[in-house]
């Protein structure tokens, strides 16, 4: 009985052990990743940097704060060169530097000719890694960012209006249950350091994902992921999101406006998410029913063609 005994101990004394090393052990930070299509002989290089965060990472009550930081990156001046300066350099190569911002990731994306490629990375590379944070420039998209909330979206787009009406009712006190340039009172308050807070905690190694494709030349790469490596190491942990509050019945909300058509958003939440296996499937039932534009679709026909009227 004894010699049990002292097995048992010996046993829970390994297992012991094991629980204290595997818990000290350190886990090494996600790499920068890369997704690469070299293509010999095309002219033009494209550049896809994925950052995995998005408006859903946004503070309470400082929704708006990821778009206006990537704004700053994509729409400011870097330590080196301000905004007109760039402006002026990217003019002449028929260049630009453009984002994205989702709800759980953006995308920055730029297209140049070989022939520029050299002189178009130095000035991307720095408005990424180094950017400028500018007083002005932060005023100046600030402000732009309120002039869309208030003015363009409610008062220009209709359609795009009734899709963000349709989204707050479905992701009400929801990560995703708000515009990812924010709201009118969350802007507001916004400021540079809440920008550069922002910028420091999630501009970081792990959650880029940097895509080239084109005729670069073959050491374009490493060059790339050398410079990128320069930024901190780390990643954002992935959001562990709630389920969406269920419609009870039919629920509608109407924005009285004075217009000449009427735009009508309907939908309502699924869990099914690219993970699922029924995921292709719907994709293919929403294809036959009623995708956006394509011809062969039923809605299409019955609203397009026999009606002459729009849908998506």
Same mark, same amino acid.
């Given at each position: 009985?004894?010699?049990? /005994?002292?097995? =048992?101990?010996?046993? $829970? *004394?390994?297992? !012991?052990?094991?629980?204290?090393?595997?818990?000290?052990? +350190?886990?090494?930070?996600?790499?920068?990743?890369?997704?690469?299509?070299?293509?010999?002989?095309?002219?033009?290089?494209?550049?896809?940097?994925?950052?995995?965060?998005?408006?859903?990472?946004?503070?309470?009550?400082?929704?708006?704060?990821?778009?206006?930081?990537?704004?700053?990156?994509?729409?400011?001046?870097?330590?080196?060169?301000?905004?007109?300066?760039?402006?002026?350099?990217?003019?002449?190569?028929?260049?630009?530097?453009?984002?994205?911002?989702?709800?759980?990731?953006?995308?920055?994306?730029?297209?140049?000719?070989?022939?520029?490629?050299?002189?178009? /990375?130095?000035? =991307?590379?720095?408005? $990424? *890694?180094?950017? !400028?944070?500018?007083?002005?420039?932060?005023?100046?998209? +600030?402000?732009?960012?309120?002039?869309?909330?208030?003015?363009?979206?409610?008062?220009?787009?209709?359609?795009?209006?009734?899709?963000?009406?349709?989204?707050?009712?479905?992701?009400?006190?929801?990560?995703?249950?708000?515009?990812?340039?924010?709201?009118?009172?969350?802007?507001?308050?916004?400021?540079?350091?809440?920008?550069?807070?922002?910028?420091?905690?999630?501009?970081?190694?792990?959650?880029?994902?940097?895509?080239?494709?084109?005729?670069?030349?073959?050491?374009?790469?490493?060059?790339?992921?050398?410079?990128?490596?320069?930024?901190?190491?780390?990643?954002?942990?992935?959001?562990?999101?709630?389920?969406?509050?269920?419609?009870?019945?039919?629920?509608?909300?109407?924005?009285?406006? +004075?217009?000449?058509?009427?735009?009508?958003?309907?939908?309502?939440?699924?869990?099914?998410?690219?993970?699922?296996?029924?995921?292709?499937?719907?994709?293919?039932?929403?294809?036959?029913?009623?995708?956006?534009?394509?011809?062969?679709?039923?809605?299409?026909?019955?609203?397009?063609?026999?009606?002459?009227?729009?849908?998506?």
């Amino acid at each position: 009985m004894k010699s049990i /005994y002292r097995r =048992l101990i010996i046993i $829970l *004394l390994i297992l !012991g052990l094991s629980i204290v090393f595997s818990a000290c052990v +350190k886990k090494s930070p996600p790499p920068l990743r890369t997704e690469l299509l070299p293509v010999d002989g095309n002219p033009f290089v494209s550049f896809r940097i994925l950052l995995k965060v998005g408006s859903a990472h946004d503070p309470i009550g400082k929704e708006g704060l990821c778009y206006l930081t990537l704004s700053m990156l994509a729409n400011g001046g870097s330590q080196t060169l301000s905004y007109k300066e760039i402006q002026n350099k990217f003019y002449p190569m028929a260049a630009s530097l453009r984002v994205q911002v989702d709800k759980e990731m953006s995308v920055f994306t730029g297209t140049i000719h070989i022939d520029n490629l050299e002189k178009y /990375y130095q000035i =991307l590379k720095e408005m $990424l *890694l180094n950017p !400028g944070f500018r007083e002005e420039d932060f005023i100046r998209l +600030k402000t732009n960012q309120l002039n869309f909330l208030e003015k363009t979206l409610v008062n220009n787009m209709d359609e795009q209006f009734g899709q963000e009406i349709l989204n707050l009712m479905l992701y009400e006190d929801h990560p995703y249950g708000h515009h990812e340039a924010g709201t009118v009172e969350s802007v507001r308050k916004l400021t540079l350091e809440d920008v550069k807070n922002f910028y420091r905690t999630h501009f970081v190694q792990g959650n880029i994902i940097i895509g080239l494709a084109g005729g670069y030349p073959a050491d374009f790469p490493d060059k790339v992921v050398a410079d990128f490596s320069q930024l901190p190491e780390g990643e954002t942990p992935q959001l562990q999101l709630p389920p969406p509050r269920q419609p009870q019945g039919l629920e509608i909300m109407i924005a009285e406006k +004075k217009t000449p058509a009427t735009a009508i958003s309907m939908g309502f939440p699924i869990q099914i998410t690219k993970a699922d296996d029924d995921f292709f499937a719907l994709w293919i039932a929403q294809a036959h029913f009623g995708e956006h534009r394509q011809h062969l679709s039923w809605l299409f026909q019955k609203i397009r063609e026999e009606r002459g009227q729009n849908y998506g």
